[in-house]
């Protein structure tokens, strides 16, 4: 360990990946090509919502904004991680200060916007009439501020009292990447005021968010109920599907990651955990929205020169 008058640690060294050189360069490979698809098919569907004006309404506005986050976030850990990967596993206290804070931040606004998102839903279904009247360019810029809002606040409670504990001992983080349950084991001094606040920040940032997302669905449901036609019935749960399954990908990990003080969340599973709402969700947000979406088919073939989509 290195460390300042022999008290202060001054890096950390992840130990998510042991060095292996069989089994390291497979897993390169792995995580780049899955980091790769994620660029590109993050941006795609920004591209195309943004080209194709049949895409310029609310709901792919925010389909485009959690595509943005989705970058941000896995770009904040994962070209890290491949470098660890093949050689170097230290990080200076510094920089791991600064990916937590900006995996938090993002990840923060992203819970909120799932939110957002169900409340979009819920316009668009039980009010159609006033959808677009309500729903208006600066409501929707609005609302993304307001998540970002959340996600700057948030990231700060996590990352200032996190980062405002000595930490003198080990500096072994049996994790892939900067993490707040992860650094925590290492301070040394009690938690237990730690655990407190974030249970109360991971109670106001994933589990508000999330219980709203329950109640305006629960209501949406109530609503397709009572449509007469089971095609209208069909579409309209069709529209809600794929947000759901998002939503579900994303919170069940994250609340038992962040809603779990004092316990061994950071365990092998735990970090598979971590990888899966870091990794797979982000790549399988823009695959979710777009697979069964015929909008979004007719754009990419348009852009593409490919003449009509097949229906």
Known sequence: ??????????????????????????????????????????????????????????????????????????????PQMLVHILSKRAISFARCVAQMYIFLLFGVTESWLFSIMSVDRYMAICQPLRYKVIMSRWVCLALVGICVAY????GLCYTFFAMHLPYCGPNEIDHYFCEVPAILKLACADTSLNDLVDLVTGFNVIVVPLSLVVIVYGNIFAAIIKIHSAQGQIKAFSTCASHITVVTMFAIPCIIMYMSPGSDSLS?????????????????????????????????????GWGRAPE
């Open 151 to 154: 996600g700057v606040v948030g």
């Open 268 to 304: 092998n599973s735990g970090k598979k955990m971590a990888l899966f709402y870091n990794i797979a969700t982000a790549f399988l947000n823009p695959v979710i929205h777009s697979l069964r979406n015929k909008d979004v088919k007719k754009a990419f073939f348009k852009l593409m």
């Open 1 to 78: 360990m290195r460390a300042v008058n022999q008290c202060t640690v001054t890096e950390f060294i992840l130990l998510g990946f042991a060095p292996n050189p069989w089994i390291n360069p497979l897993l390169f490979t792995f995580f780049l090509v899955f980091y790769l698809l994620i660029l590109v098919s993050s941006s795609l569907l920004i591209t195309l919502i943004h080209q194709d004006s049949r895409l310029h309404t609310p709901m792919y506005f925010f389909i485009g904004v959690l595509s943005i986050l989705d970058v941000c976030y896995t770009t904040t850990t994962m």
